[in-house]
Nanobody, 129 residues
Framework: QVQLVESGGGLVQPGGSLRLSCAAS????????MAWFRQAPGKGREFVAT????????NYAGSVKGRFTISRDYAKNTVYLQMSSLKPEDTAIYYC??????????????????????WGQGTQVTVSS
């Protein structure tokens, strides 16, 4: 069973930056897309960003566009989320998610959590002064 291991969360002041990482335990599996979702207290899980592994195409939620950057290391089966200009409303548990079976989905389709096969355990990001 493939596991996704996340790291990089923590407490940061408004306007600050954090970088999240998520690596798959198995480097031999080919993943089509990697994504980040988040869940704030009392709210549902929401899409943050996604990237297709082979050509690096990306899609972002409007609330993070221009502030967050998703990237991947194809050989290491690792995805990153560079978060800048953080706001208190970015406070949430951040989850990485990988899709290994639905090759060919569009970037518009990849915003939906049900298309992802594997999920990380979540890492807390708190933005507060």
């Amino acid at each position: 069973q493939v596991q996704l291991v996340e790291s990089g969360g923590g407490l940061v002041q408004p306007g600050g930056s954090l970088r999240l990482s998520c690596a798959a335990s198995d480097r031999t599996i080919g993943f089509y897309a990697m994504a980040w979702f988040r869940q704030a207290p009392g709210k549902g899980r929401e899409f943050v960003a996604t990237i297709t592994t082979r050509n690096g195409n990306t899609n972002y939620a409007g609330s993070v566009k221009g502030r967050f950057t998703i990237s991947r290391d194809y050989a290491k089966n690792t995805v990153y989320l560079q978060m800048s200009s953080l706001k208190p409303e970015d406070t949430a548990i951040y989850y990485c998610a990988f899709d290994s079976s639905r090759w060919g989905l569009t970037l518009s389709e990849l915003v939906f959590a049900n298309y992802y096969d594997y999920w990380g355990q979540g890492t807390q990001v708190t933005v507060s002064s």
